[in-house]
């Protein structure tokens, strides 16, 4: 019978006839067919009442249908409702998949099957990952989305996925990961917001969003790494800022490091504000001596005269030696020990020019007085005082101010004798000043002041000292001329002659013609004392007289005494100086005068006025 009521059911199905069709199919006990039947035909509330009255287990194929149904109708809601009735989330999670709308899907999954949330969120960022730049939009979605239905979680996870993967826009990177910062901070905690700024703080750095990165560690308290941040980004005042206010113990890193910086990018100017002697040192490496100078001025003298000293240990090496000169001219020279050997280089190598035996050589002899007074003014006032590191510089000093007052002395013909006094005067110090061109300049000069046996017994001497200086050796000098002198047998052989072979030739040709005449005596003139009248040391009393300041000459009689003890000049050579200085207004000679003043003191009649 039931066979015989299935087929007539059936056969009214086909007719359209499903009322009918219906009372036979639960007459042959098929109601699931009749159910089946609605389905087909989308008559769903009757296929839900056949369903509910004779086949309940058939009641979630209807809705099934249904969603599959309202689907198909892009109604989506209705058709999500219809699958939740019928406890299928699962349908409602793939179709929602299928119809690529994620969001509702991970939000159908979440609510009803959590277990599978992790699979489905790994399967959606596989997904976004394949699409570049429209996974960002789609991950800045969900996050939205997740954020506005209070999973923060959630949210943060998808703003972190926004990377260099999915999009090449740094701008929404910063903001993506800015934000998942923010949500962390306000609603995860402090342990899970360290743990997401550990993350997107370096993100940040690595795409030079500095000052984003340091703002997200200071709001976990990360200050080493803001403070890090801040510096990377040459953010060095909010890094120092960061420093004094809240971690007082990171000052010195950040200085060093600004420091650093400054050395690497080669900004002195800005380096001198905070490392004076890193901004000095830089200066120097690059050869900006003016301004390593200029800038050391403003500092102590300590610091002024070890970069003095250095710059002019360069020029010294650069063979520069006036201006190694004008550096101790101009910044003074103070009396270190540790400078002593580049006063005594200077002096050396001024000492051993050429062409400086004439009038026009006044300034650099000057100079070089100027600097030996100074530094010899500043012995006294230190512990080097009376040492023989001073006895030494004020021989110096004395040399200098003869070859200053000699030139001085040579522009005026009124001045000769002065100018030869004081040349003849320097052979008492050939252990210092080169004893060829010594003995030259004196007999030169001698012979053109006319005083020729001076000029023959100085020349024959220069001609036997550059025979010595040839063969090495002062063994086989003869010294017999100058027996009972102040002028030294021993002096320092130079390691070739001062003078060119033409002038050395000249003196020979001249000492032989001389010699030849037998018109000249080869003797030195003696004074009053019976003694070589430029020796200060009497030869039968060992009596020392003081030399004069303006001729270098012994002071015997008509004797002008000064202020400072030891100092004292002929009243002959003085006044004759004065007069030529009063009647040329020679600004050397009056300045000759000053210096004297200065170091000797004033004398007791007063001085001319040469204005």
């Known amino acids: 019978m039931p066979d015989i009521h299935l087929k007539h059911a059936m056969y009214l199905e086909d007719e359209g006839k499903f009322k009918e069709a219906e009372q036979a199919f639960i007459r042959a006990g098929k109601s699931k067919e009749a159910v089946l039947m609605y389905v087909h035909n989308q008559d769903w509330d009757s296929a839900q009442q056949v369903a509910e009255e004779h086949d309940p287990d058939s009641v979630a194929d209807v809705l099934v249908g249904q969603a599959r149904f309202a689907f198909e109708e892009k109604e989506y809601q209705k058709a999500e409702s219809f699958l939740l009735r019928a406890q299928r989330p699962e349908l409602a999670v793939k179709y929602y998949k299928d119809a690529s709308m994620w969001q509702d899907a991970l939000r159908v999954c979440k609510e009803y099957i959590p277990h599978k949330l992790q699979v489905l969120q790994d399967e959606y960022d596989r997904e976004m990952m394949s699409k570049s730049t429209r996974g960002a939009d789609t991950l800045i979605q969900q996050a939205r989305e997740w954020e506005s239905s209070g999973e923060y979680i959630r949210a943060v996870e998808c703003y972190i996925k926004v990377t260099p993967k999915v999009t090449s826009d740094a701008a929404v990177m910063e903001k993506c990961w800015v934000k998942a910062g923010e949500l962390a901070l306000k609603f995860l905690g402090p342990e899970k917001a360290c743990d997401v700024v550990q993350m997107v703080g370096p993100r940040l750095v690595d795409i030079k969003k500095y000052n984003a990165a340091a703002e997200m560690y200071l709001g976990v308290d990360m200050i080493k790494e803001a403070i890090d941040a801040f510096m990377e980004g040459e953010e060095w005042n909010k890094a120092k800022k960061v420093a004094k206010e809240l971690e007082p113990r990171y000052e010195p890193y950040v200085d060093e490091r600004y420091k650093e910086y400054l050395r690497n990018q080669g900004k002195a100017d800005a380096l001198a504000g905070v490392d004076v002697i890193g901004a000095l040192d830089m200066y120097v490496d690059r050869g900006q001596w003016d301004k390593c100078l200029e800038t050391a001025e403003q500092q102590s003298p300590k610091v002024l005269h070890k970069y003095v000293a250095l710059y002019a240990t360069h020029l010294i090496k650069d063979r520069k030696i006036e201006l190694a000169l004008d550096l101790y001219v101009k910044y003074g020279a103070p009396p270190n020990p540790q400078n002593f050997n580049i006063y005594k280089r200077i002096v050396s190598e001024i000492l051993n020019m050429h062409d400086l035996h004439k009038a026009e050589a006044y300034r650099t002899w000057a100079d070089l007085r100027t600097m030996l007074f100074d530094l010899c003014e500043n012995i006294v006032k230190s512990s080097e005082a009376n040492s023989p590191q001073h006895e030494e510089f004020e021989t110096m000093l004395l040399i200098a101010h003869y070859y200053a007052a000699r030139s001085a002395a040579m522009s005026h013909k009124s001045l000769e004798s002065v100018a030869t006094k004081l040349t003849v005067s320097l052979l008492r110090h050939t252990d210092i000043i080169p004893p060829d061109k010594a003995f030259y300049e004196a007999g030169i000069i001698c012979k053109a002041t006319g005083w020729e046996n001076m000029a023959f017994v100085f020349s024959n001497r220069y001609l036997d000292i550059v025979e010595a200086i040839e063969e090495g050796s002062l063994d086989m000098l003869d010294n017999s001329d100058f027996q009972e002198t102040d002028i030294p047998f021993e002096f320092p052989l130079p390691e070739k002659p001062h003078l060119s072979d033409s002038l050395h030739e000249e003196v020979k040709e001249w000492v032989l013609a001389v010699s030849m005449d037998q018109k000249v005596e080869q003797v030195l003139p003696t004074d009053e004392r ?82």
């Open 530 to 611: 019976d003694t070589y009248e430029a020796s200060l040391i009497a030869a039968n009393t060992g009596i020392r007289s003081l030399p004069c300041v303006i001729s270098g000459y012994p002071v015997l009689r008509n004797k002008l005494e000064f202020k400072r003890p030891g100092k004292a000049a002929n009243k002959d050579d003085w006044n004759k100086f004065l007069m030529a200085t009063k009647v040329s207004h020679s600004a050397e000679c009056q300045d000759v005068l000053k210096f004297i003043g200065q170091w000797c003191g004033a004398t007791p009649n007063p001085s001319y006025s040469f204005q």
